[in-house]
């Protein structure tokens, strides 16, 4: 009886790992360049509230706006709005729950629209936000 190679069982399962690892970040990439050369843009939402909420994006340029269809969310769910913008101007995220709705520039108009970024709310249930006279 001739002793077994660990050696060929352990190649083997590193090359399974590199395989799987290798799919696993390059769909994302991939669908990212995509994204990037069609000028499509990608807000991917999580509802952390205990409501069904609604989002939108906007993209403005200060002389036109341009909005996605409102995409509703059920409580503690994940969603994405997939949108290829025909404006370049700032990004704005609406978020509107049962009484009350949340917005969040993502970008202004003087930034165009991004590449990445960030933006969490709260809540959507917020009072109206009024800036104060000068």
């Known amino acids: 009886m001739q002793p077994r190679d660990d050696d060929e069982n352990s190649g083997a399962g590193l090359r399974t ?5 290798a799919v696993a970040l390059g769909i994302p990439l991939f669908v990212m360049l995509i994204l990037y050369a069609s000028g499509a843009k990608l ?10 909420v609604e989002i939108a994006a906007v993209v403005h340029n200060g002389a036109a706006v341009e909005r ?29 729950g049962s009484t009350m709705f949340a917005t969040k520039a993502i970008s ?26 000068s």
Not at 17 to 21: F, R, V
Not at 70 to 89: E, M, N, S
Not at 112 to 132: E, I, M, Q, R, V
């Open 43 to 52: 807000a991917i939402v999580h509802n952390d509230s205990a409501e069904t």
């Open 108 to 133: 202004s108009v003087s930034e165009g629209t991004p590449a990445y970024s960030s933006a969490t709310f709260k809540t959507c249930n917020l009072p109206p936000h009024f800036d104060k006279p």
């Open 68 to 96: 996605t269809s409102v995409k509703t969310i059920d409580p503690h769910r994940l969603a994405w709005i997939v949108f290829t913008p025909r404006l370049q101007g700032g990004l704005t995220i609406f978020c509107k």
């Open 17 to 21: 790992g590199l395989l799987i690892a």
